[in-house]
């Protein structure tokens, strides 16, 4: 496997003449790298930002194309310098697994255990957004924090998705997994039914899942602040349960709790839908 940590240089701006003032001095930067797996195992793309998007498009060739953009805001020279060398990119690839990481020193990357958001502001913000093309059939592993979406376009793999500041957007996906932010909404379309077990959940806002025609699986539902909308033909799994309605033509139920209804004959993998304000909906394409 092969590794680059690039401490990246600051291109700077000073604007005025006036005594320096807050988000002074500028810096704007993009990195282009063509990224290759290695192996004939199962491939797997690793992104973590802390403050940024992530932009990720299936395509049909072999490589990963990487376009890092970073953004710097910082309040003298000096502290852009240092934004230079304590915000660097980690990038790995020549394996199963290609890799590109923001880190942040002294705190853990995204997802990594003893993150907890929580630090000192510095004086200086440094935002790196990416966008991605990988081969179709990787699975994903996306994780951001503040201030970015998270959008993803006809990748095959499974997908660990997780936002804290930002929506989840999905289309044209196959696989299955887990896509969970706390504020915005998650909205993913698949286009082939999820074959294993998955989660989908939020704090505020909607959740609204798209399948194909024939699912078959078990629902779990649950929001507080709002309903739950499925125009599947669905029947109750024993267990506490919400009220049911019909609504426009679809099954609507509300209840404090997880409210779980199969759909198919024999039911299937579990899809878990949650968020405490805002809807859930799983319908048909």
């Known amino acids: 496997m092969t590794r680059h940590l690039l401490i990246l240089p600051v291109l700077v701006a000073v604007l005025g003449i006036a005594p320096a003032a807050q988000d002074d001095v500028r810096g704007d930067e993009t990195i282009r790298r063509t990224l290759r797996f290695a192996g004939s195992g199962a491939r797997t793309l690793d992104l973590r930002v802390i ?9 049909d060739g072999g490589s990963v194309e990487l376009v890092a953009t970073r953004t710097t805001r910082a309040d003298s020279e000096a502290d852009a310098a240092a934004a230079g060398r304590n915000v660097t990119l980690d990038i790995a690839d020549g394996g199963p697994t290609v890799s590109v990481i923001v880190r942040e020193a002294p705190r853990p990357a ?11 502001r510095p004086r200086y913000r440094v935002r790196v957004d990416l966008t991605v093309r990988v081969p179709r059939d990787t699975s994903l592993r996306l994780c951001s924090v503040n201030g970015g979406d ?10 660990d998705v997780e936002n804290v500041n930002g929506r989840i957007d999905m289309t044209g996906i196959r696989g299955a997994g ?4 706390v504020n915005g909404p998650v909205t993913v379309t ?3 039914n999820p074959e294993g077990d998955s989660t989908f959940r939020t704090v505020n806002g909607d959740v609204d899942i798209r399948f194909r025609d024939g699912l078959s699986a078990d629902l779990r539902m649950k929001t507080f602040n709002g309903g739950l909308f499925t125009d599947f033909d669905v029947v109750p799994i024993p267990g506490p349960a919400g009220v049911a309605e019909r609504r426009n033509g679809m099954f609507v139920y509300r209840g404090g709790g997880f409210t779980t209804v199969r759909a198919g004959r024999s039911g299937g993998p579990v899809m878990t839908f949650e968020t405490l304000n805002g809807d859930v ?3 048909r394409q």
Do not use: M
């Not at 998270?150 to 499974?158: K, S």
């Not at 887990?178 to 932010?181: E, Q």
């Open 190 to 192: 698949f286009d082939r």
């Open 281 to 283: 909906r799983a319908l």
């Open 110 to 120: 995204c997802g990594e255990r003893g993150w907890n958001g929580s630090s000192r």
């Open 150 to 159: 998270l959008r993803v376009d006809g990748t095959f793999g499974n997908f």
């Open 51 to 59: 403050t940024g998007s992530i932009t990720v498009q299936g395509h």
């Open 178 to 181: 887990k896509a969970v932010t």
